[in-house]
């Protein structure tokens, strides 16, 4: 079942105060804060104009990617229904103390938290993780922030069919900087950033795949949108070629601004998880 809530966290912290990604490196001490808490203020409109209950996570000081909410965790629900929770293991020191946070906050919440075995060192939950709710597929991409056998646990937690993405272009660090699920027939990918097994997984896996421009992609995000209900779909303004594939196929589309939050190397689908 598609998660109908979506979490996210103000980004009155925001900053990019290090180099953690490609994206981050021109843009030390350069984000507008009034523009991130506007664009921040305006997709969480979106979501909630959507009809989905937005929640929030109270944002901590010195915390400054906690904005990206999709990182932390990995929630889903068991055979049986109950809510569960897998926590990540960031791989940027800068990042590793945003975990507890989430944890404290999905144990509020009534979420059984599962943490990781100490011989898995990184994973970072929904950066590297999309999943197809109707096939109860989840696609894993790893490389740079998430190692592989991480999946090995994520399948024996969950009952998931898992799809491996080995993750080849360092630009293109997590998976959602490169793959975003339309619905069960759509996915629009960047081909640079999968080896010859990940994309014939990717093409057996869905009728229609998009191809994102590399210009686009690295320009707008475009691989980082975000389609919650199979009909909408909210990206970065100003594609055209993107604009354009989506449009053809008869999908709504929105467009946001999220300049501030690509110049920390994240877009729409970073900003937010979809929790039960
Ligand atoms: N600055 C953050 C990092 O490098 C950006 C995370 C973006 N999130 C994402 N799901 N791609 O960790």
């Known amino acids: ?21 490609e994206f981050m490196k021109g843009n030390i001490d350069n984000v507008n804060k009034e523009k991130a808490m506007s664009q921040w203020t305006h997709l969480k409109s979106v979501y909630k104009d959507l009809g989905y209950e937005v929640v929030l996570i109270e944002p901590v000081k010195e915390l400054v990617d906690m904005v990206f909410t999709a990182n932390q965790s990995l929630p889903f629900l068991d055979a049986e229904g109950n809510k569960k929770v897998i926590l990540s293991k960031m791989k940027n020191d800068q990042r590793k103390n945003e975990v507890k946070y989430f944890k404290d906050f999905y144990l509020r919440r009534d979420y059984a938290v599962i943490e990781l075995p100490d011989e898995i060192r990184y994973f970072e939950s929904m950066g590297d993780c999309v999943i197809d709710y ?14 592989e056998k991480t999946y090995d646990f994520i ?33 629009v990918i960047q081909k640079s950033a999968f080896d010859e097994t990940g994309l014939n997984s990717i093409k057996d896996s869905f009728k229609t795949i ?29 594609s055209i070629k993107f604009i354009e594939d989506i449009t053809k196929t008869g999908l709504n ?24």
Do not use: W
């Open 155 to 187: 399948a024996n937690y969950t009952d998931f069919k898992i799809v491996k993405l080995k993750l080849i272009n360092p630009v293109l660090y997590h998976l959602d900087t490169c793959f975003s699920i339309i619905n069960s027939d759509t996915a």
């Open 134 to 147: 109707e096939r109860n597929i989840l696609f894993g991409g790893y490389g740079f922030r998430t190692e």
């Open 253 to 276: 589309l929105i467009e946001v601004e999220t300049g501030e939050f690509m110049k920390s190397g994240g877009s729409v689908f970073c900003m937010k998880i979809m929790i039960y």
């Open 210 to 238: 998009i191809y994102a421009e590399e210009k686009e992609n690295l320009d707008y995000f475009v691989c980082n949108c975000h389609c919650p209900d199979g009909k909408n779909v909210i990206v970065q303004r100003g």
């Open 1 to 21: 079942m598609n998660p109908l809530k979506i979490l996210m966290c103000s980004p009155e912290f925001f900053e990019v105060n290090y180099s953690g990604n």
